[in-house]
């Protein structure tokens, strides 16, 4: 068996692992990657499907192990690929991928799944095993063909108390490692944090206390997929007399949904409609919103900035119930000084118990292996220093230091005779993504972005004799998104008529021509200003 990593290795998210056994393919995930400050313009972040796209016909299904964006969001763009790729999964998550494709307008196939079921899609066996995380419907799976048996554990965690009493299935992770587990792929995001997660339940404390306490609105933020946590606050609320409005479309489409399917428990008359809420006393009042990683489109960005219906005033209190996302850092801070600044208390995991981790902690993940005993191991799910501790913990619970296997997108592994080894390479490159068009924006656009953003952009009008290539009069400079000093580019003008004089053969007036003046002009730039502005220059024949 062949398994090909096209992303989850050394980020968090982008989440998709490809299985190839007897020339047919099943893929586990297909998730997103969300963009950082160095990623301008940019809306999500996709694998890299090149080394599907000429095997499409030989895919037997795409399981998706849980609902959350990293886990599903690159879906609807692999079904543009192919349509009908059988969708298997538990109810809660098809019924998130349904409605993200009919944004997408893709009708897809789908296979309905629960723990403790087996079907099989061509060559591969498929065991499912309920998994516990911060979304209700996680299924790790067990894949078995003739080269051998390989668990993946999706993400998870060992919540003995979940809300919905749904816990991990540790006796079918014995029973595997008793039947003999070739290759175990574990959830690595929480590897390098020592000991056990709290349970759910431990956090209705300090809700509690931000419900009794509050002295006008509350305002929380969340994870539009965070179920469990919702219930909390709407237990919460109906507990101490609030009503309750979801705020953002993402929050709005999945508690409906949630709701219909049973999975949130909502008391008759407490959640109402945002306007009719808008009406109420303060103190009678919530709203539940996404943006709680700072994005600077969602609800709660744009109350910090003012740009939103709810104008946040002293006195309100604003909770928000989930992690510091890796990279999204600076972003939360901002959030919190704006919410700040306009009277709001805020209430985060840095002076509350109000978020605990959906991931196995570096205990549960160590209480798995011995469970699992496996032959060999690839962590997944994670940064480099992730993946690191989580092999260095398989290691410790009597793994073969050369069979836990730290590897990176795009590696590809071959499990022959009981033994994982690395045997090549494939494209895993970023995808990037912009008005839902995927390959919009590319390295170099983004290099040009940064530039811009940083260095500024110099238009140059260059007026100059065909016959004799020479300019015709000094060409003007017209810089943008910084400020010169006087006469300080018109000093390049030496660089421009060296550039003409040097191109050798050939019309000095088309786009050669402009391309080595723009070329010349960053070098001296680089030299002279200590920037390296965009430089677009416009040759006109005199």
Excluded at 125 to 145: K, Q
Excluded at 245 to 260: C, D, I, L, P, Y
Excluded at 399 to 418: F, H, M, R, S, W
Excluded at 513 to 529: F, N, T, Y
Aim: charged content about 25%; aromatic content about 6%.
């Amino acid at each position: 068996m062949r398994i090909v990593a096209l992303g989850g290795l050394g980020e968090i998210g982008r989440n998709m692992t490809v299985f190839e056994y007897e020339g047919k393919l099943l893929i586990v995930d297909c998730g997103v990657l969300f963009p950082e400050e160095h990623h301008p313009g940019v809306d999500l972040i996709l694998p890299d499907f090149s080394f599907l796209r000429d095997r499409l016909d030989d895919i037997v299904g795409l399981v998706l192990t849980h609902g959350h964006e990293d886990h599903i969001g690159a879906v609807p763009y692999l079904l543009r690929e192919r349509a009908d790729i059988p969708l298997i999964s538990a109810r809660l998550t098809l019924a998130f991928v349904k409605t993200k494709l009919q944004e997408h307008r893709i009708t897809a196939k789908t296979v309905q799944v629960k723990e403790g079921e087996r079907k099989k899609f061509g060559p591969f066996e498929l065991e499912f095993l309920a998994v516990n995380h911060s979304i209700p419907d996680g299924l790790a799976v067990a894949i078995r063909t003739g080269a051998g048996l390989v668990l993946a554990t999706g993400d998870f965690k060992m919540d003995q108390f979940p809300l919905d009493r749904r816990i991990t299935d540790l006796a079918g992770f014995a029973r595997l490692g008793e039947e003999g587990v070739d290759l175990f792929l574990p959830d690595s995001t929480n590897a390098d944090v020592p000991g056990f997660q709290i349970s759910e339940q431990d956090l209705a404390p300090a809700i509690e206390e931000v419900f009794r306490t509050a002295p006008r609105r509350i305002i929380v933020s969340s994870f539009a997929s965070h179920i469990h946590r919702i219930q909390q606050f709407i237990d919460a609320a109906h507990l101490h007399g609030r009503k309750v409005a979801f705020v953002g479309r993402s929050m709005v489409r999945n508690m409906a949904t949630a709701r219909e399917l049973g999975y949130l428990k909502v008391p008759r008359g407490l959640v109402v409609d945002f306007k009719e809420l808008e009406k109420m006393p303060a103190t009678k009042t919530v709203f539940i919103c996404t943006g709680s990683q700072g994005e600077p489109m969602a609800a709660l960005a744009r109350m910090a900035s003012q740009d939103h219906v709810i104008d946040l005033t002293e006195g309100d209190t604003v909770l928000l119930a989930s992690s510091l996302i890796p990279g999204n850092e600076t972003a939360i801070y901002r959030l919190i000084n704006g919410l700040s600044k306009l009277g709001a208390n805020v209430v985060h995991k840095g002076n509350a118990k109000v978020h605990v981790s959906g991931h196995a902690s570096a205990g549960e993940l160590v209480y798995c292996y011995n469970l699992v005993r496996p032959r060999n191991v690839m962590p997944v799910h994670g940064e480099h220093r992730h993946l690191k501790a989580n092999a260095d913990l398989a290691i410790r619970t009597g793994v073969n230091p050369k069979q836990a296997l730290i590897v990176e997108d795009g590696t590809t592994i071959d499990l022959k005779d009981g033994v994982a080894r690395v045997s090549g390479k494939v494209p895993a490159d970023y995808v990037y993504v912009e008005n839902m068009v995927a390959g919009a924006a590319t390295e170099e656009s983004l290099q040009d972005r940064i530039r811009l953003a940083e260095d500024g952009a110099v238009t140059v009008l260059a007026i100059v004799n065909p016959d004799t290539g020479r300019l015709e009069e000094d060409p003007e400079f017209f810089p943008v998104g910084f400020a010169p000093a006087a006469g300080e580019l018109e000093k390049a003008t030496g660089i421009v008529e060296k550039t003409l004089a040097g191109l050798k053969g050939g019309k000095k007036t088309g786009p050669d021509a402009e391309r080595a003046i723009a070329e010349a002009l960053v070098r001296w730039s680089d030299r002279s200003l200590r920037r390296k502005p965009v430089v677009t220059v416009i040759i006109v024949d005199a």
